[in-house]
């Protein structure tokens, strides 16, 4: 089994360490996994996209047309990539900065109110990790506590916002795996 | 020892310093410059050498002297820095001093984009720099790959006493795979009796490439062209996929539209159409051998490129034209994706003849 | 003579909110609004549109080109313009 | 109503793509000015330097050529040999101009070339993400020098007007700051003069901006202009180094 | 016009400057300093431009800007020169700016020695620089064809908006021949409307290389594609020698080597033995169809070069392999005698089977 | 009897392809000398440049490399990088130091790179048959300045040393003559002092020679000494111009 | 018809001009002609040589490993390329600087004392002149009238020099064509 | 002190015929020879030899290392070497 999803931000949202938390916890499980930034002239200012695919086998195309699930963290983000996934999939909506709605019927949403939560959480900057949480809350594709062991070890230097990494991760999870359900 | 997820760039750098490249000289380009940057905080720690130089040229020449000098040495760029080596490059291949050049390749020509692309398999392969020489190229297809092709990279340069390029193109470069960084057992190598370090106890050394009695330099010439035959004999490197049953099409790419081939191969077996892939590890020397028998049961080869199809050739020399050779392709920086490589052998099955 | 009065134009869109501008004035005429503009970012305002000594200080110090400063004539300030 | 202060129109509207108080746009800005003072716009050629300015041919209202990473000078010595007549200058970073550029731009100022350079010194690579540049302060963490600028490995900051003042032929060197109002007018001032050089064929003419990269320095825009007046300023004065004089009769004494 | 006698280089100077080359930039560099010494003194008699710049980098980086200003220039120089303007030469290609370059080549790889040479006959043809870009590549055979080529050279360069190299050995650059300037006639040349000289009544020329968007990066790629194409449907010159009869063996030779064959040729026509010759004028493009027929009634192509085989690839691939293409070279700055060439064929003729 | 004066060890008994009375046989010489005297000669590393003493590797009595046109620097550097327990030097002509190579001579000298260069100016290029170098005197012919160097087109000579003092790092510069024996004692002087401070790690160190290239300036050698000392020695000062001193602090005041 | 001539000597004994005069001798007279310099290492100090061609077909290979004449103007070149001249060609020999003989009997051998001749003639850097009339006095390879035009063509410049020239031409001319005649 | 003597050694078939030594010495000891050496030069030679001061320019000025100074002593002078 593969599974592809594309973590897309504003430069500064902490897309790409959430990808990273990602691929890391795959890896750290014994599964194939590929981190792929967008890199390139958006760098500078406009937005910051990654692709982590998890996967049983050899990863062979790091190149994801259509990828299974999107996190989008801002509109921009979400108008880009939600026309790309694949039917079925998981989109996960930063409801915080996005008002709209994904224009398509055929994939499950996931609503999130990031920055909301973070802010609540005592950590503005950690939104990432709450729609981290949701993500993998809401698919399952790794287990919570190797998620929560990743972060832990990611965040190592620095002691102090674990706690609240930790929570936001907590209640992103809480709020996905609801969405699962529902 | 545990797989860590890494950086194509920083893994290189770290494989680089494991492989003995104490020595590293360099200039920012993107899309590698975090190979610098690893290796400008790293190589403090293992007591290496790190310089950031003034330009490509210049770095290219510190090579030069480093590597006369006995020390391994080694940089990364990108594709404008390593025209800016051409000269520098012709001079070390023909003073055979051992260094590896790691090219991360992106859009071009000109200044072009950042974005990966493969269009300088000419530049490398056929030679950019003037006069008769050839660079060993190796072309890694993931992080993985790269990590290991680092240490052999640095034996096969002071085994050859030639420059060796590693070729990735920007994904490799900056895409994130676990990683292992395991020991590789050499040979031992011959001693660098040839070095510029010091005469003492010895006659001095001479790093040098200029031959004014043409004798002499048409030796050199001969000599450098049977190293290159050796290593055309000695070194091929390539890997073969879905070739254990009976196939319609051969694939040939290298690096990242390899692996692309791959994911399009599982695509298109599920639809019932058996394709196989050969994909070149070394560009120099290039598969040939192996090529030529694996085109035999296909219909056609098709090589998938980022470039305007620069491998054709050898593929077509490979094969002697006997099968028709057809190219699929995306420039600029875009990469092909396994749909559209697996829709073009569909058209390329269901239609007639190809080129030649 | 009698002060002359200065109209500060921002065009909020190109403004990249560097509050360069802001800094730049010496009689606080600017601030950082709290809204954003279409890029996303806190864009400058004029807040003290009187207090402006036509200095253009703002303007030499914008790297965005997105401020004009105009001198108002007697009649356009006594219109109320 | 008058407008006494709006973009000037040699500048393009097109916005530009530098972080939020990059002072690049500051630069383009004077330049554009002098240009539509001196009228010249119709005739002028301006090459674009691999750097963040890389893109500053979409940001002027005239021709342009972007040229390879260091060679603007070699460039634009090219327009100028052919075409005499236009009036060229290059806008080059430090990374550009001091590093790899270094013997373009010294032969193109020992000629004598008649064109003008305008030269943004950040003390660091922008584009590529903050790497040390030559002009790279001591002590300056970049990512590159991750621990600091070490003199004793790498060398002191090089002074590009002092350097380029040793020359002979030179006519106008000149290092101003964009780090405030007062600054730009005396930048704005020492540009001008540039371009009047070159149009009445003077000769070499460069200025050398104090500018700031927020972004690869870490710090917001104010703190820049702040650390550009603290750190830069004090070794890297800001001050005329040479300004037109005729040049002695052919092999004639040497007036230095 | 009389005939003159004069050295090839400095043939070369004055036809440049016939040409309408009024814009030269050179580096001193040996076997081919003559034309700049030649056009220093020239050039200020028409009104044109000499600088000797101060490297080659900034040579090659001149032209960019000349002729990005639509100035028609050109410079002179010698393999390693070559090599140094190898990232301006793919910004020109990539800009589309026309530009002539002459290597007068020398021996390689590296400092080599400055005797002739056709080493970098895989530089020219195959690319040095980064990227997906092409030269248009003359290779003279006299003096008088250098003279001719020269003018043929400008105006392609700025038909096809493209750098074209004129590959000379030491040879040509060295020997004096007779020559007469002719006056050729070229249909007109489209409207330089793209360059940098001012937007007096226009908008804004841009030259430039950069495409940060991959997809407009890609167009650029396939347009030049296009123009190469173009280039290969109707650039291909050459020369045949002694094809009117049937012909035993078949010389593949440009350049000097091709007079080389000439000589050879007559020499075993006295033992009876009949031998043809392809003469490549364009390297590339290369006269593969030609070649191909050509081929047909021969038992055997020999590629007589001075470089260690370099064209052989595009010989190969000409004849789809269907002879034995065998290959006999010289180098270092050693030039084959027509004694040696000829006891080749024979020795050839002689043996069995050759390489594929 | 007890020998005074003989060629020393260092240099090797093979005879030089120099024309007649070419400095560049005395340089050598001195070189030699220094080596000799230092001790230096079995952990030496001598960079030849691309000109005439392309071959200089044969003239000496241990290692050398031969390096690309004006790279020396960059080769030396590499060198001392990788191995700094060897003494290195490069020897190099004015077109290849003062013209192509520019960039790395600058850079070099600037990062305070722990080898001695010997700088040879002859105010031409010799190998390729005299055509002008950067360092040509304003009016001299070569066959690529056939009516005489114009600096209104291609300005004045550059004064490498001059040029070189101007940077904040290098440790010692000076310019000496090869003249006549009074100069060549301080030349002597100056190159000894030059791989002393090398041996001593005190960083880069810098040594010109004004020499003659009788062949392409046309004259006897007696003639071109003559020519040195009236035309070169006016322009280009013999004396030094930069000698150690401790290096100031990480990130201190700026010594100048 | 081909004759290769090779001009061999010091540097500056002006070997390389006379056979540029010769060549362009040739040409004035419709013929084909290549001259081609030795260039190469031993331009500095050492020994100086070019070759001329003269033919009335187009010259293939400007290559000629066996020439058939040769003009040597001192000891090491006629040393050179004595042994690589074709048997009944022409060997000029500079009896002035040349103490010894071809070591060849299939050969047709000119002397000259073209060093004492020119002195005598009143310009010591005449030598070449002498021995290029020789030459051609010898061979008859062109007529001596076009040999003497070129000459003055060539001189133009410094008429000055015209007349003794002109007679170390003559001189030289007369022994080549004794020579022959014996 | 007494007078001290020099034996000045030219290597001719080192020597290139350049003259500089000769113009060098102050002491007029050396001169060109009308003899041709091996490689076709005029070489120098020591045609005053008692006039030597042992300065070493000669030595210094050659381009070619082609001249060796010694210091004889007493006793070898005595000797007439
Ligand atoms: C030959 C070559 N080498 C390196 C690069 C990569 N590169 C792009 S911009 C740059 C440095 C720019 O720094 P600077 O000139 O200081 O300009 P800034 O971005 O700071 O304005 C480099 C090294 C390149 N494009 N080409
Ligand atoms: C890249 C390159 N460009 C040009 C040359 C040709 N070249 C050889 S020596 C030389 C100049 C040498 O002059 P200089 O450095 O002054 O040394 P000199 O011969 O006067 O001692 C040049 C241009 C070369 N070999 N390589
Ligand atoms: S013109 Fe001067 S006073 Fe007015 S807003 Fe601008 S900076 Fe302030
Ligand atoms: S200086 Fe310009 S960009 Fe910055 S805040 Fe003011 S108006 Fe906005
Ligand atoms: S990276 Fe630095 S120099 Fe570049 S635009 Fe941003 S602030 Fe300006
Ligand atoms: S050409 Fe000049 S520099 Fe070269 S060896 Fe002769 S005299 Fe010396
Ligand atoms: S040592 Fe002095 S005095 Fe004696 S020969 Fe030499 S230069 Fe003359
Ligand atoms: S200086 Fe040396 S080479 Fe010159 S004449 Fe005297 S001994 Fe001979
Ligand atoms: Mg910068
Ligand atoms: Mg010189």
Redesign the pocket.
């Known amino acids: 089994m593969q599974t592809e999803a594309v973590f897309a931000g504003f430069g500064g949202q902490g897309v790409m360490l959430a990808g990273m938390v990602l691929a890391e916890t795959g890896m750290n499980l014994g599964r194939e996994v590929v981190w792929l930034p967008s890199y390139g002239p958006e760098m500078r200012g406009g937005t910051a996209n990654c692709t982590v695919i998890i996967a049983d086998e050899p990863i062979a195309s790091p190149i994801v047309l259509h990828p299974r699930d999107i996190v989008a963290m801002n509109r921009p983000s979400l108008e880009k990539f939600c026309g790309l996934m694949r039917p079925g999939g998981y989109v996960v909506v930063n409801k915080s900065l996005i008002a709209v709605d994904p224009d398509r019927d055929d994939v499950r949403v996931v609503n999130v109110e990031a920055n909301r939560i973070a802010i609540e959480a005592g950590s503005a900057k950690s939104a990432n990790m709450v729609i981290l949480g949701a993500y993998v809350g809401a698919t399952g594709v790794v287990p919570y506590e190797a998620l929560v062991e990743t972060a832990q070890t990611v965040l190592k230097k620095k002691p102090k916002l674990i706690p609240v990494n930790l929570k936001c991760l907590e209640q992103g999870f809480e709020l996905g795996k609801q969405a699962r359900a529902d | 020892m545990a797989k860590v997820l890494m950086k194509g760039n920083e893994a290189i750098a770290e494989s680089g310093i494991r492989a003995g490249g104490l020595c590293y000289f360099c200039?920012?380009?993107?899309p590698q410059s975090e190979v610098a940057e690893y290796l400008s905080r790293r190589m403090p720690e293992v007591g290496g050498a790190f310089l950031q130089g003034e330009?490509?040229v210049a770095v290219s020449n510190m090579l030069y002297g480093a590597a006369g000098a006995g020390v391994r040495c080694w940089t990364t760029?990108?594709s404008?820095?390593i025209?800016?080596m051409m000269e520098a490059l012709s001079y070390i291949a023909a003073a055979e001093l051992p260094c590896v050049i790691v090219n991360i390749v992106r859009a071009g020509p000109g200044?072009g984009g950042i974005l990966p692309s493969q269009g300088d398999y000419r530049q490398a392969v056929k030679g950019g720099g003037h006069g008769d020489y050839r660079c060993l190229v190796y072309a890694p297809s993931s992080v993985q790959e790269a990590v290991d092709l680092m240490p052999l990279a640095f034996d096969r340069a002071d085994r050859y006493r030639n420059p060796v390029l590693i070729i990735g193109d920007g994904m490799i470069g900056q895409m994130m795979e676990p990683v292992e960084f395991r020991e590789q057992e050499f040979p031992s190598l011959p001693e660098k009796n040839w070095a510029t370090d010091g005469c003492k106890g010895r006659k001095p050394n001479v790093v040098n490439s200029l031959y004014l009695n043409p004798v002499e330099e048409e030796q050199l010439n001969r000599k450098l062209g049977e190293k290159y035959a050796r290593m055309e004999r000695d070194e091929v490197m390539f890997e073969e996929f879905n070739t254990g049953k009976p196939y319609r099409a051969l694939f040939v790419a290298y690096g990242t539209t390899a692996r692309i081939c791959k994911t399009a191969i599982k695509k298109l077996a599920e639809e019932g159409i058996d394709v196989a892939l050969l994909r070149p590890i070394t560009l120099f020397p290039f598969p040939s051998e192996r090529l030529n028998e694996l085109a035999e049961p296909a219909e056609f080869l098709l090589s998938v490129e980022m470039s305007m199809g620069q491998m054709l050739e050898d593929i077509r020399l490979a094969t002697c034209c006997r099968k028709p050779v057809h190219f699929y392709g995306r420039q600029g920086g875009l990469v092909p994706s396994p749909e559209e490589v697996a829709d073009e052998v569909k058209r390329l099955l269901g239609s007639a003849k190809g080129d030649r | 003579m009698a002060k002359k009065n200065y109209l500060v134009t921002i065009d909020r869109n190109r403004c990249k909110g560097c509050e360069l501008c802001v800094h730049a004035c010496p009689k606080q005429v600017l601030a950082m609004s709290k809204d954003i503009n279409e890029k996303g970012y806190f864009f400058a305002t004029v807040v003290s549109q009187p207090d402006c000594i036509g200095c253009k200080f703002c303007g030499m110090s914008c790297p965005d080109s997105a401020i004009e400063v105009a001198a108002l004539d007697e009649a356009e300030v006594a219109g109320g313009i | 109503m008058q407008t006494i202060f709006k973009r000037p129109e040699a500048l393009a509207v097109q916005p530009t793509h530098y972080c939020p108080g990059c002072t690049?746009g500051i630069a383009h800005r004077l330049i554009a000015e002098a240009i539509d003072e001196l009228g010249l716009r119709e005739r002028t050629v301006g090459i674009a330097?691999?750097?963040?300015?890389?893109l500053a041919f979409n940001y002027f209202n005239f021709d342009f050529q972007q040229a390879?990473?260091?060679r603007a000078p070699a460039v634009a010595t090219g327009i100028k040999r052919g075409r005499p007549d236009l009036v060229v200058f290059t806008y080059?970073?430090?990374?550009?101009?001091a590093?790899?550029g270094m013997a373009e731009i010294i032969h193109a100022a020992n000629r004598g070339e008649k064109f003008t350079v305008v030269f943004?010194?950040?003390a660091?690579?922008?584009?590529?993400g903050g790497?040390m540049?030559p002009?790279t302060m001591p002590g300056q963490v970049t990512s590159t020098s991750p621990f600091g600028r070490k003199t004793d490995d790498v060398g002191f900051p090089i002074r590009m007007c002092e350097l380029l003042s040793s020359l002979r032929t030179p006519a106008f060197i000149e290092r101003v700051s964009l780090s405030s109002p007062k600054h730009i007018i005396r930048a704005r001032k020492a540009i001008l003069k540039a371009f009047r050089y070159q149009s009445e064929g003077r000769g070499f003419s460069f200025v050398e901006c104090l500018?700031t990269?927020p972004t690869?320095w870490g710090v917001t825009p104010l703190k820049a202009l702040e650390w550009l007046e603290e750190h830069m300023m004090p070794y890297y004065p800001v001050q005329n180094f040479k300004d037109f004089e005729p040049a002695t009769p052919e092999g004639g004494k040497d007036a230095d």
Chains 1, 7 share one sequence.
């Not at chain 4, 330097?49 to 890389?54: A, F, H, R």
């Not at chain 4, 080059?92 to 101009?97: A, I, K, R, W």
């Open positions: 200039y920012p380009i993107t330009s490509e760029s990108s404008p820095g025209s800016l200044l | 690049h330097p691999v750097g963040c300015s890389v390879s990473h260091g080059q970073g430090d990374g550009d101009l590093s790899i943004i010194n950040n660091i690579y922008g584009m590529t790497q540049a002009t500018s990269c690869n």
